[in-house]
């Protein structure tokens, strides 16, 4: 199997300070501060980051079943907003996603995205966050 890296540097205090987060691949470099995570400041952070990766991750894992059902899908659109409650900890993750697929029920369409739902690795690896949803529509 492989292994993905990225890292992280931050350079001074909590609130005055500002880092970057990197992708090992070189696909992204982005700025980081106390703002853009807890207020309305310019960059990324670290839930931002985690979003697009469970929404990567379930829109794979719904392409692989999709087509192991042999309906493969001719789109996925999957948008994730996570919630960072009191602590600081994630307390939801909603993802959203519109899938074209010919040939498939809505039954067995939302049979297969709770499926992907539960098993992408990415969900997992989360499942320690209090409320993961999904609200899925099938296009096709």
Avoid at 20 to 31: D, I, N, P, R
Avoid at 67 to 92: F, M
Avoid at 133 to 140: F, R, S
Wanted: glycine share 10%; charged share 15%.
């Amino acid at each position: 199997m492989s292994i993905a890296k990225a890292n992280a540097v931050w350079n001074g205090t909590l609130k005055e300070g500002a880092g970057t987060m990197a992708l090992g691949s070189g696909a992204y470099k982005g700025a980081y501060t106390w703002a853009s995570r807890f207020a309305d400041g310019k960059g990324t952070n670290p839930e931002e980051l985690i979003g697009a990766a469970h929404a990567g991750c379930f829109s794979m894992f719904l392409s692989a079943l999709l087509t192991k059902n042999g309906t493969p899908p001719a789109h996925i659109h999957t948008d994730a907003a996570v919630t960072l409650g009191d602590g600081p900890t994630i307390t939801a993750i909603a993802l959203t996603t519109e899938a074209e697929v010919a040939g498939i029920t809505v039954e067995k369409f939302n049979e297969l995205v709770a499926a992907a739902k539960q098993n992408c690795p990415v969900s997992k690896a989360l499942a320690s966050v209090p409320s993961v949803t999904v609200k899925a529509t099938l296009k096709g």
